[in-house]
């Protein structure tokens, strides 16, 4: 790893906090010089220097590596846009609102695409009185199972964590849903649109 964190995203986040290359340097412990380095690509800051660095700029050591800062790009928020990661080492499931930079188990997650369900994803979705009783005829052993449902409507998510040797089903309150997603812990993300 040749280039590690990104002169340009240093510069402009240190110049974002008001900061001269100077103030940075004295809060790390460093020569102004140094800074001056980092920014222009010319050097790069020792790796016990990220963490402090990253706080100093406020943002993560992630964000820091990724070479990018997160800035909200979703000012007019809208659920439908939420996101979901996986990690593949522990299965954690996060849902985020919007892009996000994730990583769980020292692995950065990518964001998860929904694909149209398929032949062998296959969602039945029936109306029992006022919920969506979702199910998919799909394996459920410990190598190859779905691991999470979730209704999506344009003010929230209703998530269903689903366990090996279980049953591929859940309920959801209706309210507004616009699709349903199930993941497939071998197959990725899948999708199938409500219609009402």
């Not at 010089?33 to 222009?40: F, G």
Request: overall charge negative; some cysteine; glycine content about 6%.
């Amino acid at each position: 790893m040749d280039k590690y964190v990104t002169g340009a995203v240093i510069k402009k986040l240190r110049e974002s906090k008001n900061l001269t290359q100077e103030e940075l340097a004295e809060k790390l412990f460093v020569s102004g010089k140094a800074v001056s380095k980092w920014e222009t690509g010319s050097g790069f800051p020792d790796i016990s220097l990220l963490e402090p660095l990253a706080k100093a700029l406020g943002i993560s050591v992630i964000e820091l590596l990724s070479g990018e800062d997160i800035t909200n790009q979703n000012k007019t928020f809208n659920i439908i846009k939420s996101r979901f990661y996986v990690c593949p080492v522990c299965g954690n499931v996060i849902q985020a609102s919007g892009e996000a930079l994730v990583s769980c188990c020292g692995i950065t997650l990518p964001p998860l695409d929904a694909e149209d369900e398929d032949e062998e994803h296959k969602f039945t979705v029936e109306t029992v009185e006022d919920e969506y009783y979702v199910t998919l005829s799909h394996p459920m052993t410990k190598e190859h199972y779905i691991s999470f449902l979730a209704a999506v409507n344009d003010h929230g998510v209703q998530f269903v964590k689903l366990y090996p040797e279980e049953n591929a089903e859940a309920r959801f309150k209706i309210n507004r849903e616009k699709y349903i997603l199930a993941y497939c812990n071998r197959h990725g993300m899948f999708k199938c649109k409500l219609r009402r």
